[in-house]
Every structure is written in C-alpha cells, then in structure tokens.
C-alpha cells in the first residue's frame, strides 16, 4: 500500500520518469524516509489528479515496454483503485494536515524547539478530537469523492465514450438501416427510410438515375412481398441476400 501511493503521488507530481515504466518502483524511498514537509503536497497532489494519475497507469499497463513494467503498473493501478486505498489516501489527508505544522517544528530541531513542546499538546488535542467525532465529516468527504470522482467520472466518461462513437449522424444511420429489416415479412419497410438512406449515407454508391428509379422500385417490392412466402420467415437480411 505504501509504495503503490509512493508511486501514485510522484506520477500525480510529474516527478517518476513514466516513459521508462514502472520498474522503479523498488528503488523508492518509503514515507518514512521523506521530510514530512513534503507529505501533504504529495497527498494532495494526488487526490486531485487522481484521474491522470489512473490514465498514466492505464497506459503503462497496456504498452509498457516490458512484461515487468506492465505488471508494475497493473499492481499499483489495481491498489489505485480498491476501496482501501482511496479511504486510506483520504484518512492520511486529513491526518497529516493536522500533524503537518508540529512535524515541521521538529524538523527545524534546536530552532523551533519550543514551538514544537506547544505543538504536542494542540496536536495530540487534534488528533483525539478527530478520533472522537470526525467519524461522519469524514464518511461524508468519502462518498463525495466516491460519487463525484469514482461513480459520477466513470458514467460520464462513458457517456462521452458512447457520443463520440454513436453520435447523431450514426444513430440516424442505425434508425434508417432498420427498414430494411426483412424480418416478420418486412414489417419495418419503409420506402422513405431507404431512400433516405441511400441518399444520405451512400449516394456514391448510386447514379441520379438510380435514385430517381429507387422509390418506383421499392414501392413494386412492397406490393410484391406477399406474394413470396419465403420472404416471410427470414431471420436477418443476409438470409434475404441468400434467397437472391
């Protein structure tokens, strides 16, 4: 859990080399080794660009140079994800801003020695406060991040997904297609709709004349469908392609 943050946070910080993959993942320093001055801008960091963050990683996990670097990325995308993590990312958050000004104290040492003596006593005050009615504030900033940022963020990325591929114009296309629909005796068939559709979806497959004689055409085939009883139990249009 510690190194899958420690990875997150300096990718989230532009600090970890992703083109070179993740295989550095083991030469990172823990959080202990780091000033803790630096903690909760990388905490930060990552909660707000916690959604680049998951491209990068989904990026590395599919073309990552290597297996090795596709397996490092998998892991901690996988760690990135899980309920555990995004709790403990938050809970940490809220922690270290409490305990930020009185690490700072003890790191100046001799220097700020007497500020850090009153910070123990405000601090462990803090902490216990927190521990003792934060509870709900707390659940409250989770599920938020979870509707907004986890629930919300994927629904509408889908959204944007399903426009960008079905928009408009193909969904007009798909609508327009189903006259042509030979099941149930072509009950869907609808001379406008064809004609429409060659028209506006592939007029370099028609010359003018062709145009002008399709709706003739066609009203000829809807008159003459019942007369074809093999028409009648077609199951998709390729079965009507084979009966010709």
């Known amino acids: 859990m510690a190194q899958a943050i420690e990875v997150a946070t300096k990718i989230a910080n532009g600090e970890l080399e992703t083109g070179r993959g993740l295989n550095q993942i083991g ?10 001055s630096s903690h909760l801008d990388s905490i930060s960091s990552l909660l707000k660009m916690f959604n680049a963050t998951w491209v990068v990683l989904s990026n590395i996990a599919v073309d990552g140079g290597s297996y090795s670097q596709r397996g490092d990325a998998n892991f901690v995308l996988n760690q990135l994800l899980s309920f555990k993590f995004v709790f403990t990312l938050h809970l940490m958050k809220d922690i270290v801003e409490i305990t930020h000004l009185f690490c700072i104290a003890l790191q100046r040492k001799s220097q700020d020695i007497l500020n ?14 927190f521990r003792d009615s934060g509870w709900d504030d707390f659940l409250i900033s989770v599920e938020h991040y979870y509707q907004m940022d986890i629930f919300l963020a994927t629904i509408d990325y889908q959204l944007q ?5 079905f928009n408009d114009h193909t969904v007009e296309l798909f609508v327009l297609s189903t006259a042509l629909d030979p099941r149930n005796g072509f009950m869907l068939f609808k ?19 062709e145009l002008v004689r399709l709706r003739i055409e066609l009203q000829h085939f809807e008159l003459d469908i019942p007369n074809h009883h093999e028409l009648q139990e077609l199951s998709g249009i390729m079965s ?3 009966t010709w």
Not at 27 to 36: I, P, S, V, Y
Not at 191 to 209: G, T, V
């Open 240 to 242: 009507y392609v084979k």
């Open 27 to 36: 030469t990172l320093k823990q959080a202990r080794d780091t000033h803790w």
């Open 191 to 209: 001379i406008d709709d064809i004609c429409k559709l060659a028209e506006k979806f592939y007029l370099n497959d028609f010359m003018e004349q």
């Open 161 to 165: 997904e399903l426009h960008s591929r």
């Open 116 to 129: 850090a003596k009153y910070l123990v006593s405000s601090t462990t005050k803090l902490l216990k406060n």
